[in-house]
C-alpha cells in the first residue's frame, strides 16, 4: 500500500530535550516535506526537500533541522526543543516539485513540549 | 505570495441539505488544487484532486469544481450525513510548496 508513515504519532517531552520524528514513503518520490498545523494559522511549510541530499526552508525553518539522506526517508530534527514547537506535524511527498500529482500526507505527529 | 482562503470558516446544517464550501487564491499558477477532510486531531484525507487544466473532479456525494482564471473552486456535497461532519481543507500546489486555506468547519445535524 502506497503511504507516507511517521513515527511517534504522539510525543510528550521537555525544554531542549534533542528529538527525531521519522517520516518514510514508499512510493519513490523524489519531493518531500514538512508541515506544521496550529489552530488559527492553518497548515505551514517547515522545510522541503527536492531529492536526496537537496533541503530547503519553508516559511517556518527556525528551531528545526532536517536530512534527506535516502529517497525514502526525510526525518524532522527538534535540536532544542520550545514550548512554541507544541503542535501537530505532518510529512507529506508528491512525485516531484513539478508535478501535478498528488501530495500524499503521513498521520501526523501530535507533539507537547512542556 | 499565493494566499488561499476559505468562506465560511463555520457551516452547521442539518442532514440531508445539499452544501457548498467555496475556496479562493491569489495565484492561477498552480499545478493543482486538492480538498482534504480532517477530523479532529487527525490526518489529513484526499477527498479530490483537480488538475490545473481541469474544470471538476466527481466522487460520489462530492464534486469539486476549479475556475482557475478567477481563482475559485467549490466543493458540493449532496444529501449531507451526519458522518460527512469534519473540518474540510482547500489547498493548491504550486512549484515548492503546498498552500492551504483556514478550512471550514463543517457540523451535520441529525
Known amino acids: 500500500e502506497a503511504q507516507v508513515t511517521q513515527n511517534p504519532r504522539y510525543l510528550i517531552t521537555v525544554t531542549g530535550k534533542k528529538l527525531t520524528v521519522t517520516c518514510s514513503q514508499n512510493m519513490n518520490h523524489e519531493y518531500m516535506s514538512w508541515y506544521r498545523q496550529d489552530p488559527g494559522l492553518g497548515l505551514r511549510q517547515i522545510y522541503y526537500s527536492m531529492n536526496v541530499e537537496v533541503t530547503d526552508k519553508g516559511d517556518v525553518p527556525e528551531g528545526y533541522k532536517v536530512s534527506r539522506k535516502e529517497k525514502r526517508n526525510f526525518p524532522l530534527i527538534l535540536e532544542s526543543p520550545s514550548p512554541n514547537q507544541t503542535s501537530l506535524y505532518f510529512c507529506?511527498?508528491?512525485?516531484?516539485?513539478?508535478?501535478?500529482?498528488?501530495?500524499?500526507f503521513g498521520p501526523g505527529t501530535r507533539l507537547t513540549v512542556l | 505570495k499565493q494566499e488561499v482562503t476559505q468562506i465560511p470558516a463555520a457551516l452547521s446544517v442539518p442532514e440531508g441539505e445539499n452544501l457548498v464550501l467555496n475556496c479562493s487564491f491569489t495565484?492561477?499558477?498552480?499545478?493543482?488544487l486538492q480538498w482534504f477532510r480532517q477530523d479532529p486531531g487527525k490526518g489529513l484525507t484526499s477527498l479530490l484532486l483537480?488538475?490545473?487544466?481541469?474544470r471538476e473532479q466527481t466522487s460520489g456525494r462530492l464534486n469539486a469544481s476549479l475556475d482557475k482564471s478567477s481563482g475559485r473552486s467549490t466543493l458540493y456535497i449532496a444529501a449531507s450525513q451526519p458522518g460527512d461532519s469534519a473540518t474540510y481543507l482547500c489547498a493548491v500546489c504550486v512549484y515548492n510548496d503546498m498552500r492551504f486555506g483556514a478550512g471550514t468547519r463543517l457540523t451535520v445535524k441529525p
Open positions: 495565484d492561477s499558477a498552480i499545478y493543482n
Open positions: 507529506a511527498s508528491r512525485l516531484t516539485r513539478s508535478t501535478s500529482g498528488a501530495q500524499f
Open positions: 483537480i488538475q490545473s487544466s481541469q
